[in-house]
C-alpha cells in the first residue's frame, strides 16, 4: 500500500461544439490524468482539469507541481495515510484540483487494493444520481434545441443554464423560452459564473420570478460584498455559491455573512477527502448542496458521481454530471452512459473506471 510514483500526464481531447458562460469558454479538455502507483502494483487514477478563469490553475502548471512539489511529499506514505497527505499538501496555497486528482487518485488505489468500490467506502448511500445538464451560452432556439435533445436521448429532465450576458435579456429570454417549450415537465436553474453585478441580478431574478427556478449560482462575485448580501437576502431561492467557495472555511464565511444559502460541491477542486469536509458541514449548517461539474471529462464524472451517490443530501438534487457528452471521444474503456435521466455508479473496485490505454495514447501530449 505505499505509493511509489505519481505521474501527472498531459492529454487533449476536443470538444464538439465549445461551452461558453460568463468566466470563460473551453474548446477542449485539455485535462492533467494524474496516476498514483504503490509497491504492491496498484495504480490509482483521476484527473485535474485547469481552469484559469476560475482558479489560476494551467496545465502545465498542474504538472509542475505535481512532479516538483507533491509527489516528493507523498512518495513513501502509504494509501491509509490520506491525512498526512491532505496536511502536506495543503502546505502548497492554491491548486484545488491538482491536489484533488492526487487525493482522487489514492483514493482510487485504495478501492482497487481493499477490492472495494470508492463509493461504498465514502458512505454507500446509492447506486445512481439524476443527472443535470448544462446549457453553454448561445440563441434560445439553440439552447431549447440541445435541452430537447438532452431530454429525449438521455431523459434529462434537469438543466442549469448559465447567464450572465448583458443586457440581461439575452438569458432571461432563454430561460422563459425553455420553461414556454418545456412547461413543468423539466425543473430549471440558472448559473451567473459572476458575470452580473449584484443590481442586474435583481432585475434579472425579478424578470425571472414566474419561471419556478429552482437556484440561483454565482450571479455576482462574492467580492461585491455588501452587494450580494444585499441580493441573496431578496431572492426567494437558495443562492448556491460554487467558484467562491474552494475550501470548507469558505463556505464558512460566505455562508455566515449572508452571502449565500446553498453550496455546490465539485470533486475537481475538494477531491474526496476534502468533499467529506464540505459535505460535513453543510449537513451541520443544514446547507442545500449541489454536485456540481468543473466540465468534467468521464473520469471527473465518474469521480463526482462516485461521491454524490455516496450520501443522502448529494444525491437529492440532479447532480451536473453530462458534459462530457459535448466531448469528441474520452479515455475510458466503458464509457459513461446516462439513462431514463440518471447515471448509474459501477460496481468495480476503486472509483469505477479503467483508462484505455490506446486512446491515452492517442490523446497524449508529452509522447
Ligand atoms: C460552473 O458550475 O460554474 C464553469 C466555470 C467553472 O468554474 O465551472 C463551470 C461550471
Ligand atoms: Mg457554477
Known amino acids: 500500500m505505499k505509493i511509489t510514483a505519481v505521474e501527472a500526464i498531459p492529454f487533449s481531447i476536443p470538444y464538439s461544439k465549445p461551452l461558453r458562460f460568463a468566466s470563460g469558454e473551453v474548446h477542449a479538455a485539455e485535462h492533467v490524468l494524474v496516476r498514483v502507483h504503490t509497491d504492491d502494483g496498484f495504480v490509482g487514477v483521476a484527473e485535474a482539469p485547469p481552469r484559469p478563469f476560475t482558479y489560476g490553475e494551467t496545465q502545465d502548471g498542474i504538472i509542475a507541481v505535481i512532479e516538483k512539489v507533491f509527489a516528493p511529499q507523498i512518495v513513501g506514505l502509504t494509501l491509509l495515510e490520506r491525512e498526512v497527505v491532505t496536511t502536506r499538501l495543503a502546505r502548497t496555497v492554491g491548486n484545488p484540483t491538482a491536489k484533488s486528482a492526487v487525493d482522487m487518485a ?6 482497487k487494493s481493499l477490492g472495494m468500490p470508492v463509493a461504498d467506502l465514502l458512505g454507500g448511500y ?21 435541452a430537447e435533445k438532452m431530454r429525449d436521448v438521455y431523459g434529462i429532465s434537469t438543466f442549469k443554464v448559465k447567464v450572465g450576458r448583458r443586457p440581461v435579456h439575452l438569458d432571461t429570454a432563454v430561460v422563459r423560452a425553455l420553461r414556454e417549450r418545456f412547461g ?7 448559473d451567473g459564473n459572476r458575470g452580473w453585478t449584484p443590481s442586474e441580478s435583481a ?16 450571479l455576482c462575485p462574492a467580492d461585491d460584498v455588501i452587494g450580494r448580501r444585499w441580493l441573496v437576502g431578496q431572492l ?53 448542496v449541489v454536485i456540481g461539474n468543473q466540465i468534467d471529462g468521464q473520469v471527473g464524472t465518474a469521480c463526482a458521481l462516485a461521491f ?22 474520452d479515455l475510458l474503456t466503458m464509457p459513461l452512459r446516462i439513462s431514463d435521466g440518471y447515471l448509474h455508479r459501477s460496481a468495480c473496485a476503486g472509483i469505477g473506471f479503467e483508462i484505455d490505454s490506446d486512446k491515452l495514447a492517442h490523446y497524449r501530449l508529452d509522447r
Not at 446509492?126 to 440541445?146: I, K, N, W
Not at 432585475?203 to 454565482?218: G, I, P, S, W, Y
Not at 470533486?267 to 459535505?279: D, E, I, L, M, N
Not at 451517490?309 to 469528441?328: H, K
Open 106 to 111: 489514492i483514493w482510487d488505489a485504495l478501492g
Open 236 to 288: 426567494d431561492v437558495p443562492f448556491i455559491a460554487d467558484e467562491s467557495v474552494p475550501t470548507a472555511a469558505d463556505v464558512t464565511r460566505e455562508i455566515l455573512a449572508g452571502a449565500a444559502t446553498a453550496i455546490s460541491i465539485k470533486t475537481a477542486r475538494t477531491g474526496f477527502t476534502a468533499s467529506r469536509r464540505v459535505h460535513h458541514l453543510a449537513e451541520g449548517l443544514g446547507l442545500e
Open 126 to 146: 446509492t447506486d445512481r444520481m439524476r443527472v443535470s445538464h448544462m446549457l453553454g451560452f448561445d440563441d434560445p432556439a439553440t439552447m431549447v434545441a440541445e
Open 203 to 218: 432585475r434579472a431574478m425579478k424578470e425571472m420570478a414566474d419561471l419556478d427556478l429552482l437556484f440561483a449560482e454565482e
Open 184 to 190: 413543468d415537465s423539466v425543473d430549471l436553474y440558472v
Open 308 to 329: 454524490g451517490s455516496a450520501f443522502e443530501s448529494t444525491s437529492r438534487n440532479a447532480g451536473e454530471l453530462s458534459n462530457f457528452l459535448d466531448m469528441t471521444d
